[in-house]
């Protein structure tokens, strides 16, 4: 295309491209190389740059020399994929010329050969004399250097001439010239004893960069030269796509070479949605290492795509082939690992192989617990490209070479051994952490933990796992991984139940029967966060069983408060608060104030749920006193969250963004995910109820999507409807809509009876905008019999207002007068807090009083009046102030109607 362009043939050149294009789309299912597709824009649009003239580049040949002929690279028979960000920095380093001796290191198959010849391609115009290749993988013995140089650049020498060492050397001394050492890491280490080894191979590396100035060496190792003024690449794999990018999977390298390679195996492989997931898996599983992906391929007619991922999985050895023109070292990964393992001492083995049971990394100071692997062996084991730096003092390792280095403990008779000792080792650490239960340290080693319980639990490890319990609890529910938590914790009460009949282990039956007590109700936690509250209730009832049988009144206690939460979260607040009260009793006379703070906390919940707000707000009072006295900011975060709410539902927003701002601070600090997605849906409530509309959509945004993330069904769909309200009052009525739609189809997904009931009474208020009286009107009666019976009263009068809104909106007066004067009367006597959307209730009131002349109407929109100036007297902010009497659709009704009545 470039070409093309250059010539003035530009039609030409974007044919080109639409054919590429067009045969990369059909055949292969992916798109053109966004270099090209940057290429094709320039060119469709008249930008490419002028070509290059030969006198510009002052590294140019001299006049007479043709550098294009002088190199002895080897001929490429497959495309080159990716390293554009390599080869780039390459390029840089190459044009600068103060980068003499680049190492490019990594494990084998990575690509360290294909870039080195790719980037020599590229830049050996900038070399007098050429760029050359020198293939040491057939070279056995240091020695052998000098003379596989001299063989590669093309010169000759007879039997009693100089040796070739110096012949090298006064050769290269007056040439510019590129080489390429390629797989020089064998030669560093001499299979003789007492031989000097890697020492000769370094001091010519040294000779040649001091006598040739000219001279540029890009070496190709496994394992680093340390020298001064080495320029150190080291390779990772292709970049490859996440499990939630595959819409754009085609653009990944990692992607591109697999379907590629496919291809040429098979003229039937395309990528597409069917099979694109198992691709990508497959490059995960590869880490993006070419030599993988390239294997991997060979595999596709037998298995399929799936079938390739699948066993990768498990199997190192799937990764072979039988292709005549590879390397014997490269026919499978094997090899690759075998000739790495035979360089390492005993001892770097040894410590290799027990780093195998490492999941997701390791620390130096677990390295040197677990496998007895010291600073310098792991230094060694990185310098030689087995072992990868991941940050300060951590290290992990290549997949693919776990797998083989997992062979090779089992072989050595103590995998058995190592992992339990992993296991004991994680578990304790777990147990003694006293850290913040987000932070990085913890989440690096969650791998590492999730593998020491599955270990410990297989091999009956009771005092481990009862010890880590709580510590292993408390990071699940803090990050909200209620689903692992779920999974985890059900699959070990299963496996409790053979260790109560195992005899094997000779385990203490009464601290059997204390593990299974907690475990059994970290497990109902985890079901009531994922709405399984049938199973959930079970479980609280027999945590309370179990408890009294062993006169534990901490868990009894702890039973009980789960039995309430459950009956809060099922639509059953007044249910609830007999047994929370019981449990805020029982932690305060028994002493275990967590569980009586806990307690209140829920009941304060409860209360307010009912339309109790006094003794609510008392109960969060008590709850926050207490968490505060115990130090326990988590729990403390809780409490202000819910006196926030309590302050918000009064209308004094102030107060309310108070307490929701102070609950955000500690969540920064201490960190507390499920509870930041609904101290962020609050604070949405209250820049919404403030007129700041925009704003509030943000926050209840992010509390969507972190409740998505957290596999929170009750919180997503919350967000949800609070979304559905502000897009209404932004006039996005199809937006609205669809928030709405989803809010309800998660609480009925779930069957959870107070979100499904929000949802039916916001997508009423959509419907009613929208005209569609019908559905409004459904969905207002579906509403009001949902709070009706969860005894939220509140909630109903406010569905049953829409009731006589939609009457009012089919011009049915008498009916929207029934309806208003209904919740007029129980307003007037039971008083009406806790509902979402008080003024428009009373400006619904007052309307259809209004439309049939009730003489009431006067005073009713004058009570409205009177109590919207008085919120808006209580919003010091300037700005907020105005919003909030301008920017809510039914203020400003409600000021225009009485400005109108008033004059």
């Given at each position: 295309?470039r070409l093309?362009?250059?010539?003035?043939?530009?039609?030409?050149?974007?044919?080109?491209?639409q054919s590429?294009?067009t045969?990369l789309?059909?055949?292969?299912?992916?798109?053109?190389?966004?270099d090209?597709?940057?290429?094709h824009?320039?060119?469709?649009?008249?930008?490419?740059?002028?070509?290059?003239?030969?006198?510009d580049d002052?590294?140019?040949?001299a006049?007479?020399?043709?550098?294009?002929?002088?190199?002895?690279?080897?001929?490429s028979?497959?495309?080159?994929f990716?390293?554009e960000a390599?080869?780039?920095?390459?390029r840089?380093?190459?044009e600068?010329?103060d980068?003499?001796?680049i190492?490019?290191?990594g494990?084998?198959g990575?690509?360290?050969t294909?870039?080195?010849?790719?980037?020599?391609?590229?830049?050996?115009?900038?070399?007098?004399?050429?760029?050359?290749?020198?293939?040491?993988a057939?070279?056995?013995?240091?020695?052998?250097?000098?003379?596989?140089?001299?063989?590669?650049?093309?010169?000759?020498?007879?039997?009693g001439?100089?040796?070739?060492?110096?012949?090298?050397?006064?050769?290269?001394?007056?040439?510019r010239?590129?080489?390429?050492?390629?797989?020089?890491?064998?030669?560093?280490?001499?299979?003789?004893?007492?031989a000097?080894?890697?020492?000769?191979?370094?001091?010519l590396?040294l000779?040649?960069?001091?006598?040739?100035?000219?001279?540029t060496?890009?070496?190709?190792s496994?394992?680093?030269?340390?020298?001064?003024?080495?320029?150190?690449?080291?390779l990772?794999?292709l970049?490859?796509?996440?499990p939630?990018?595959?819409?754009?999977?085609?653009?990944y390298p990692?992607?591109?070479?697999?379907?590629e390679?496919?291809?040429?195996?098979s003229?039937?492989?395309?990528?597409?949605?069917?099979?694109?997931?198992s691709v990508?898996?497959?490059?995960e599983?590869?880490?993006?290492?070419?030599?993988?992906?390239?294997?991997a391929t060979?595999?596709?007619?037998?298995l399929?795509p799936?079938?390739?991922?699948?066993?990768?999985?498990?199997d190192?050895s799937l990764l072979?082939?039988?292709?005549?023109d590879?390397?014997?070292?490269?026919r499978?990964?094997?090899?690759?690992?075998?000739?790495?393992?035979r360089?390492?001492t005993p001892?770097e083995q040894?410590?290799?192989?027990?780093?195998s049971?490492?999941?997701?990394?390791?620390?130096?100071?677990?390295?040197?617990?677990?496998?007895?692997?010291?600073?310098?062996?792991?230094?060694q084991?990185?310098?030689k490209?087995?072992?990868?730096?991941?940050?300060?003092?951590?290290?992990?390792m290549?997949?693919l070479?776990?797998q083989?280095?997992?062979?090779?403990?089992?072989?050595?008779?103590?995998?058995?051994?190592?992992?339990?000792?992993?296991?004991?080792?994680?578990?304790?650490?777990?147990s003694?952490?006293?850290?913040?239960?987000?932070?990085?340290?913890?989440?690096q080693?969650?791998?590492?933990?999730?593998?020491?319980?599955?270990v410990?639990?297989?091999?009956g490890?009771l005092?481990?796992?009862?010890?880590s319990l709580?510590?292993?609890?408390?990071?699940?529910?803090?990050?909200?991984?209620?689903?692992?938590?779920g999974?985890?914790?059900?699959?070990?009460?299963?496996?409790?139940?053979?260790?109560?009949?195992?005899k094997?282990?000779d385990l203490?039956?009464?601290?059997l029967?204390?593990?299974?007590?907690?475990?059994?109700?970290e497990?109902t936690?985890a079901?009531?966060?994922?709405?399984?509250?049938?199973?959930?209730?079970?479980?609280?009832?027999?945590v309370?069983?179990?408890?009294?049988?062993?006169?534990?009144?901490?868990?009894?206690?702890w039973?009980?408060?789960?039995?309430?939460?459950?009956?809060?979260?099922?639509?059953?607040?007044?249910?609830?608060l007999?047994?929370?009260?019981?449990a805020?009793?029982?932690?305060?006379r028994?002493?275990?104030?967590?569980?009586?703070?806990l307690?209140?906390?829920?009941?304060?919940?409860?209360?307010?749920?009912?339309?109790?707000?006094?003794a609510?707000?008392?109960a969060l009072?008590?709850?926050l006193?207490i968490q505060?006295a115990?130090g326990?900011?988590?729990e403390?975060?809780?409490?202000?969250?819910?006196?926030?709410?309590?302050k918000?539902?009064?209308?004094?927003?102030?107060?309310?963004?108070?307490?929701?701002?102070q609950?955000?601070?500690?969540?920064?600090?201490?960190?507390?995910?499920?509870?930041e997605?609904?101290?962020?849906?609050?604070?949405?409530?209250?820049?919404g109820?403030l007129?700041d509309?925009?704003?509030?959509l943000g926050?209840h945004e992010?509390?969507?999507?972190?409740?998505?993330?957290?596999?929170?069904?009750?919180?997503?769909?919350?967000?949800?409807?609070?979304?559905?309200?502000v897009?209404?009052?932004?006039?996005?009525?199809?937006?609205?809509?669809?928030?709405g739609?989803?809010?309800?189809?998660?609480?009925?997904?779930?069957?959870?009876?107070?979100?499904e009931?929000?949802a039916?009474?916001?997508?009423?208020?959509?419907?009613?905008?929208?005209?569609?009286?019908s559905?409004?009107?459904?969905?207002?009666?579906?509403?009001?019999d949902?709070?009706r019976?969860?005894?939220?009263?509140?909630m109903a009068?406010?569905?049953?207002?829409?009731?006589?809104?939609?009457?009012?909106?089919?011009g049915?007066?008498d009916?929207?007068?029934?309806?208003?004067?209904?919740?007029?009367?129980w307003?007037?006597?039971e008083?009406?807090?806790?509902v979402?959307e008080?003024?428009?209730?009373?400006?619904?009131?007052?309307?259809?009083?209004?439309?049939?002349g009730?003489?009431?109407?006067?005073?009713?929109l004058?009570?409205a009046?009177?109590?919207l100036?008085?919120?808006?007297a209580?919003?010091?902010?300037?700005a907020s102030?105005?919003?909030?009497?301008?920017?809510?659709?039914?203020?400003?009704?409600?000021?225009?109607?009485?400005?109108e009545?008033?004059?």
């Open positions: 295309m093309l362009c250059y010539q003035g043939r530009r039609t030409a050149a974007l044919a080109v491209y590429c294009a045969v789309t059909e055949e292969l299912g992916v798109e053109p190389e966004p090209t597709v940057m290429l824009e320039q060119i469709r649009a008249g930008k490419l740059d002028a070509p290059p003239h030969p006198s002052p590294r140019q040949p006049p007479g020399m043709d550098a294009a002929r002088q190199h002895n690279l080897p001929e028979l497959t495309p080159f990716g390293r390599e080869l780039a920095q390459l840089q380093r190459l600068a010329g980068a003499r001796l190492t490019l290191t494990p084998g990575i690509g360290k294909r870039l080195a010849v790719e980037t020599a391609r590229q830049n050996r115009h900038l070399f007098d004399h050429g760029a050359y290749f020198v293939a040491l057939g070279h056995k013995l240091p020695q052998e250097l000098p003379a596989a140089l001299v063989e590669a650049i093309g010169l000759t020498f007879a039997e001439d100089v040796a070739p060492r110096d012949l090298l050397l006064r050769t290269l001394r007056n040439r010239m590129l080489l390429i050492l390629d797989n020089l890491e064998h030669l560093l280490t001499s299979p003789e004893p007492d000097a080894g890697g020492d000769a191979v370094i001091d590396i000779a040649i960069l001091h006598r040739a100035p000219g001279v060496l890009l070496v190709t496994r394992e680093q030269l340390n020298v001064q003024g080495e320029d150190l690449f080291r990772r794999g970049p490859a796509p996440l939630d990018q595959l819409d754009r999977a085609g653009q990692a992607v591109r070479l697999f379907c390679r496919a291809y040429r195996r003229k039937h492989f395309k990528l597409t949605p069917d099979n694109v997931a990508v898996r497959i490059c599983l590869t880490e993006g290492m070419p030599l993988g992906i390239e294997l060979t595999w596709l007619q037998d399929g799936e079938g390739v991922a699948a066993a990768l999985e498990q190192l072979t082939t039988q292709d005549r590879t390397p014997s070292q490269h499978s990964m094997k090899a690759i690992f075998a000739s790495s393992w360089l390492l001892g040894r410590a290799l192989g027990r780093l049971v490492f999941r997701g990394g390791v620390s130096s100071r677990a390295a040197q617990q677990v496998a007895g692997a010291s600073f310098l062996i792991l230094t084991l990185r310098y490209s087995l072992l990868r730096s991941a940050g300060p003092g951590r290290y992990d290549h997949p070479l776990a083989f280095a997992a062979v090779k403990l089992g072989k050595s008779g103590e995998a058995d051994a190592i992992s339990l000792r992993h296991s004991h080792y994680f578990l304790g650490w777990l003694e952490y006293d850290g913040v239960w987000t932070d990085e340290a913890l989440h080693d969650v791998d590492n933990i999730r593998e020491a319980w599955r410990a639990v297989a091999h490890k005092a481990d796992l009862d010890a709580p510590a292993l609890a408390g990071y699940y529910r803090l990050n909200g991984a209620f689903t692992e938590a999974a985890v914790f059900a699959e070990t009460l299963r496996a409790v139940e053979v260790m109560a009949s195992n094997k282990w203490d039956q009464d601290a029967t204390r593990f299974r007590l907690h475990l059994l109700a497990l936690h079901r009531i966060r994922l709405a399984r509250f049938d199973k959930a209730f079970q479980g609280a009832e027999e309370v069983t179990l408890a009294r049988a062993l006169g534990d009144e901490r868990m009894e206690a039973g009980l408060l789960l039995m309430g939460r459950t009956l809060i979260q099922y639509g059953e607040a007044p249910q609830a007999d047994p929370l009260r019981r805020a009793d029982m932690g305060q028994s002493g275990h104030l967590d569980m009586a703070g307690a209140f906390r829920y009941l304060g919940g409860a209360l307010m749920h009912v339309g109790e707000h006094e609510g707000e008392a009072r008590e709850a006193a505060q115990l326990n900011r988590s403390e975060q809780a409490a202000l969250l819910y006196l926030g709410v309590i918000i539902t009064h209308g004094d927003y102030s107060a309310g963004e108070r307490y929701l701002a609950a955000l601070h500690l969540i920064e600090a201490m960190g507390n995910r499920p509870l997605a609904r101290v962020i849906n609050a604070m949405g409530f209250v820049h109820a007129g509309l925009k704003g509030a926050y992010r509390s969507r999507d972190l409740s998505h993330e957290l596999q929170d069904p009750y919180q997503e769909s919350h967000a949800y409807h609070n979304l559905c309200t897009n209404r009052k932004l006039g996005r009525l199809e937006k609205a809509e669809a928030c739609r989803r809010a309800l189809a998660l609480a009925q997904e779930y069957g959870t009876a107070d979100p009931s929000y039916w009474l916001h997508l009423g208020y959509v419907w009613l905008e929208q005209g569609v009286h559905l409004a009107a459904n969905a207002f009666r579906k509403s009001r949902g709070w019976a969860m005894d939220r009263d509140p009068m406010e569905a049953e207002a829409g009731l006589a809104a939609v009457a009012l909106a089919t049915d007066l009916e929207a007068l029934q309806w208003a004067t209904k919740v007029v009367e307003s007037e006597r008083g009406i807090h806790g979402d008080p003024m428009q209730i009373a400006f619904t009131c007052y309307r259809a009083f209004d439309a049939t009730d003489p009431r109407a006067r005073s009713l004058e009570r009046y009177e109590k100036m008085a919120k808006a209580r919003i010091t902010d300037a102030h105005r919003r909030f009497l301008t920017q809510i659709p039914v203020h400003r009704q409600i000021i225009e109607a009485w400005e009545v008033a004059d």
